[in-house]
């Protein structure tokens, strides 16, 4: 069974960063395209940004130049750098990955960590 696990949400401040990081772990062969995703109250999930095996990114427009996505292959893990963090900020995050078992794409998500941005 695959599994994703987030960390590093928690409680910043208006202008102040956080890093979150997601692991894939159980029986598989490769993984795709990693993402993250948020999901704010009353709101639709969103796409915060993705990257693909060979570490080509893109972001919403929302979060570039602000947001920075990162993985790395040889531990199937997936970071997200947040920087200059907003009040808009505030929501559920989830770690989202194309997981492969031969040519077989499983779509895999993580449990969600929050992500809450206050004074």
């Known amino acids: 069974q695959v599994q994703l696990v987030e960390s590093g949400g928690g409680l910043v401040q208006p202008g102040g960063s956080l890093r979150l990081s997601c692991a894939a772990s159980?029986?598989?062969?490769?993984?795709?395209?990693m993402a993250w995703y948020r999901q704010a109250p009353g709101k639709q999930r969103e796409l915060v940004a993705l990257?693909?095996?060979?570490?080509?990114?893109s972001y919403a427009g929302s979060v570039k130049g602000r947001f920075t996505i990162s993985r790395n292959n040889a531990n199937n893990t997936v970071h997200l750098q947040m920087n200059s963090l907003k009040l808009e900020d505030t929501a559920v995050y989830y770690c989202?990955?194309?997981?492969?078992?031969?040519?077989?794409?499983?779509?895999?998500w993580g449990q969600g960590t929050q992500v809450t941005v206050s004074s």
């Open positions: 990257i693909t095996g060979v570490r080509s990114s």
């Open positions: 989202n990955a194309n997981i492969y078992t031969g040519r077989v794409a499983r779509d895999s």
């Open positions: 159980g029986s598989f062969d490769s993984v795709g395209v």
